[in-house]
Nanobody, 113 residues
Framework: QVHLVESGGGLVQPGGSLRLSCAAS????????MAWYRQVPGRAREWVTT???????NYALSVKGRFTISRDNAKNTVFLQMNDLKPEDTAVYYC???????WGQGTQVTVSS
């Protein structure tokens, strides 16, 4: 059974940084593509970025150049480094293993002065 636990969210001022983590279990982590999504209440969940099993990455245009996804296969963990945060980045952030439909509980990121 896939189990995903996101952490690292919080309140940050515009221009600040946060690093999110997602610990995964129940999957062959090193071979899987992992992604981050985010969701604002009342809106559809939005794809943010993907890191493939071989390490290549893709980013949504809205975060490209500010966010960096990475992974530590020894720890079954995927990270999202978020820099130069903007109020429009405020959302609940979720990670997902692309092979499966399971989601974690998410972690709230709020960007506000």
């Amino acid at each position: 059974q896939v189990h995903l636990v996101e952490s690292g969210g919080g309140l940050v001022q515009p221009g600040g940084s946060l690093r999110l983590s997602c610990a995964a279990s129940g999957i062959d982590f090193s071979g899987e593509s992992m992604a981050w999504y985010r969701q604002v209440p009342g809106r559809a969940r939005e794809w943010v970025t993907t890191i493939f099993g071989h390490g290549s990455t893709n980013y949504a245009l809205s975060v490209k150049g500010r966010f960096t996804i990475s992974r530590d296969n020894a720890k079954n963990t995927v990270f999202l480094q978020m820099n130069d945060l903007k109020p429009e980045d405020t959302a609940v952030y979720y990670c997902r293993c692309m092979r499966y439909a399971d989601w974690g509980q998410g972690t709230q990121v709020t960007v506000s002065s």
